[in-house]
């Protein structure tokens, strides 16, 4: 039986569209490297700007604590607010000290900065932040807070 149809080519990619689609994939690459090391470099670039000052912010936000306490004993805040300011103290003295807005970051975010103890004060807080029912010991997380402060250098 003779048919008219005969065979295609085989099907092939045009070169100009494969180098064209490797270039786009290797420029999506190296911009993802870049992205990731810059914020890599900021991470790791921790400055205590702040070095001739740091005494008077010790002492500032050591002063911040001994006001919160004092609200406590004086049942003028509850333990939710006041493990809120106290996440927001240690957030702002780290900012004073290092220039980097750990207020603005979550404790993933945190966790990335390498700073440990910053980390598991902020771990601390969360559950007593953000629990249906706030438990916690408040002095004992004051106390941690104030020791942070005191050894940060």
Do not use: C, H
């Not at 494969?18 to 090391?37: A, C, G, P, Q, R």
């Not at 001739?52 to 306490?69: A, P, R």
């Not at 559950?127 to 941690?144: C, M, Q, T, V």
């Amino acid at each position: 039986m003779q048919t008219s149809v005969s065979l295609e080519p085989s099907f092939s990619y045009s070169i100009l569209y494969l180098v064209i689609f490797f270039t786009i994939i290797l420029i999506f690459v190296l911009w993802f490297l870049e992205k990731s090391k810059k914020e890599k470099k900021v991470i790791n670039q921790i400055e205590n700007n702040n070095i001739k000052n740091i005494k008077s912010i010790k002492l500032k936000y050591l002063k911040k604590l001994i006001v919160l306490e004092n609200k406590i004993d004086k049942n003028e805040i509850t333990i939710r607010k006041a493990y809120q300011n106290l996440s927001s103290i240690i957030r702002y003295f780290v900012y004073a000290v290092t220039g980097i807005k750990v207020q603005n970051y979550t404790l993933e975010d945190i966790k990335g900065l390498n700073m440990s103890m910053l980390y598991e004060l902020i771990k601390e807080y969360y559950r007593p932040e953000f629990a249906e029912k706030s438990l916690g010991d408040i002095k004992l997380s004051i106390e941690k807070t104030r020791k942070v402060i005191k050894k940060w250098n």
